[in-house]
């Protein structure tokens, strides 16, 4: 799904503590950032960057860097960033991190284990969606944390999606912003625009609309679509949240006026997923 870099800066600059977390097969890269205060338990949330590999994905390590050390600058853009997240953020006890999905490589060279596929919805295989949910349960255990949230952007919205399906116990919150929730719809109008063998191929890749059975009943997620997105349609995200109502999972789907699909450094995208974790992590 088409991806370009939605920030200026390299890892080599956004810091964090890389963590390699073992899972079958290899590892998968993180870069974590954390706040635990007052002895409460943290929330972890992971973002998953999406498809594209060029340039080389390290914004869910920025996404995550700014959820816990908060957004610097006096512009009206960083402003608004604070303001989406909202006043009880910073006291917020949080773990989050961005993990680097397998097969990838980010712009210090580091790649994790596993296959990336070629960018053609081939890539949401159960080896994929299997070592995500691994790195969450290992990260889960280690930061003792009382909440897991999961946040995905295009691709990695699918594969967020599919580990709500497949693995229910490891969060009970998501946010999937420009989600390629549906990549069959996705693959067809590919398949009719790019005319050519690859979208003929078979592919292993789970699809969340056949997984939504087995999402835990109360999980919440929100998703944020852009109304000008002409690479995730928003009418295929809405079919997800069709899906998710009929099992009646708490869902929000929120269409943006004006935004197209590199939207998750957006103010839009921290406010929604300020209002889904909520009060979450608040002192009693």
Request: net charge negative; with cysteine.
């Amino acid at each position: 799904m088409v991806l370009v870099a939605c920030a200026p800066e390299t890892s080599d600059t956004i810091g964090g503590e890389t963590q390699w977390i073992d899972v079958a097969g290899g590892r998968l890269k993180t870069q974590v950032f954390a706040h635990v205060s007052d002895g409460r338990r943290p929330i972890l949330i992971l973002i998953l960057h999406g498809d594209i590999p060029n340039p080389p994905p390290d914004y869910q390590y920025l996404f995550a860097k700014l959820l816990v050390e908060g957004i610097p600058g006096s512009t009206e853009r960083s402003a608004a960033l604070r303001a989406a997240l909202g006043a009880r953020w910073e006291r917020k006890s949080i773990v989050a991190a961005g993990i680097l999905r397998p097969g990838y490589a980010d712009p210090s060279g580091d790649r994790s284990s596993g296959e990336m596929g070629r960018a053609v919805g081939d890539n949401y295989t159960p080896e994929v969606v299997d070592a995500v949910a691994a790195a969450a349960r290992d990260l889960k255990a280690k930061y003792d944390a009382s909440e897991v949230v999961l946040v995905g952007h295009s691709g990695g919205g699918a594969i967020a999606a599919n580990v709500l399906g497949r693995h229910p116990d490891v969060a009970s919150y998501a946010l999937l912003v420009a989600c390629g929730c549906d990549p069959e719809a996705w693959r067809a109008r590919m398949r009719a625009q790019q005319p050519g063998s690859v979208w003929d191929e078979p592919i292993s890749s789970l699809m969340p609309l056949s997984l939504v059975d087995g999402i835990a009943r109360d999980t919440r997620v929100r998703l944020l679509a852009g109304e000008n997105d002409d690479v995730i349609l928003p009418s295929d995200i809405a079919r997800y949240a069709i899906a998710l109502r009929a099992r009646d999972i708490e869902v929000r789907l929120t269409v943006a006026p004006g935004l197209g699909h590199n939207i998750l450094m957006s103010p839009e995208a921290f406010r929604e997923l300020g209002l889904l974790v909520g009060v979450l992590g608040d002192a009693d």
